[in-house]
């Protein structure tokens, strides 16, 4: 199976500044790739610093892997490693400079293995598989929010009304590191796109399949998603990380 990737993050029509970081690399010969999407907060230059940690301490700790074809560990422990130390990283920074106290960030990544896809994720960014049975959100967000929502306090339509709708029960730096952990079987043809909250917020997702199956590469696919959220007003900075196979 070929995977290719492409991504693209945007400050949005609003915002000053990017907190969101997103990276991502392919080893044709193993037939691996590996793609992740932080989403920073505490004030502009805390957001931008704990994302920019976060998404530089994975691609350090696990782009290596990416060129053998077998791990000496099972590739969960070495993403949680990864996690780990970006944590300890984020938390010796905030521990440097009192006015990044409040820093810390969402992450998302997908480490893909020929077929198969380990998904880890803490916060609210996610995790969305494409195919030919539409869209499937991969991920479960650690907001109050999904919490309400699970425990039947709020509806899906009361979710646009509530306030506190993007406070995260758990972030990168922020509290215990350990992410939510998932496993997918991939079909050649199969899609996933990691993004951030701000295109969730700007686009209904019954519209990214119509934007992606009009476009005629992986790169056009993600520049019509993140064009379509900005003309939409994108308040917030919006992050798409797209992996396709054939
Ligand atoms: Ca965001």
């Given at each position: 199976m070929?995977?290719l990737?492409?991504g693209?993050?945007?400050t949005?029509t609003v915002?000053k500044s990017?907190?969101?970081?997103?990276d991502?690399?392919?080893?044709?010969?193993s037939?691996?790739?590996?793609?992740?999407v932080?989403?920073?907060?505490g004030?502009y230059?805390g957001?931008?610093?704990?994302?920019r940690?976060a998404?530089?301490?994975?691609?350090?700790s696990?782009?290596p892997?990416?060129?053998?074809?077998a791990?000496?560990?099972p590739r969960?422990?070495?993403?949680?490693?990864?996690?780990?130390l970006?944590s300890?990283r984020i938390e010796?920074r905030k521990?440097?400079?009192p006015?990044?106290?409040?820093?810390?960030?969402?992450i998302v990544?997908a480490w893909?293995?020929?077929?198969?896809?380990?998904?880890?994720?803490?916060?609210d960014?996610r995790?969305?598989r494409?195919?030919?049975?539409?869209l499937?959100c991969?991920t479960?967000?650690?907001t109050?929010?999904q919490?309400?929502l699970e425990?039947?306090?709020?509806q899906?339509?009361?979710?646009?009304s509530?306030?506190?709708r993007?406070?995260?029960t758990r972030?990168?730096g922020?509290?215990?590191p350990?992410?939510?952990?998932?496993e997918l079987?991939l079909?050649?043809g199969?899609?996933l796109?990691?993004c951030s909250?701000?295109l969730?917020?700007a686009?209904d997702?019954?519209?990214?399949?119509q934007?992606l199956?009009?476009?005629?590469?992986v790169?056009?696919g993600v520049?019509?998603?993140?064009?379509?959220?900005l003309?939409?007003?994108?308040k917030d900075?919006?992050?798409v990380?797209?992996?396709t196979t054939n």
């Amino acid at each position: 199976m070929r995977l290719l990737v492409t991504g693209r993050t945007d400050t949005g029509t609003v915002r000053k500044s990017n907190q969101d970081a997103i990276d991502w690399c392919v080893d044709e010969a193993s037939g691996q790739a590996l793609l992740v999407v932080a989403d920073g907060m505490g004030g502009y230059q805390g957001g931008e610093e704990a994302s920019r940690i976060a998404v530089e301490t994975v691609m350090e700790s696990l782009g290596p892997h990416l060129k053998a074809a077998a791990v000496a560990d099972p590739r969960q422990t070495l993403v949680q490693g990864a996690l780990d130390l970006a944590s300890e990283r984020i938390e010796a920074r905030k521990a440097q400079a009192p006015d990044l106290a409040k820093m810390g960030t969402t992450i998302v990544l997908a480490w893909v293995s020929g077929s198969h896809a380990l998904l880890a994720h803490i916060g609210d960014s996610r995790c969305y598989r494409l195919n030919s049975d539409g869209l499937q959100c991969q991920t479960r967000d650690d907001t109050v929010v999904q919490n309400m929502l699970e425990d039947g306090s709020i509806q899906q339509h009361d979710v646009p009304s509530v306030p506190f709708r993007n406070v995260l029960t758990r972030a990168l730096g922020a509290s215990d590191p350990a992410a939510t952990f998932s496993e997918l079987v991939l079909e050649p043809g199969d899609r996933l796109l990691l993004c951030s909250d701000g295109l969730t917020d700007a686009l209904d997702e019954d519209e990214w399949l119509q934007l992606l199956s009009g476009s005629d590469s992986v790169q056009a696919g993600v520049e019509a998603l993140i064009e379509a959220s900005l003309e939409r007003g994108a308040k917030d900075n919006v992050s798409v990380v797209l992996l396709t196979t054939n």
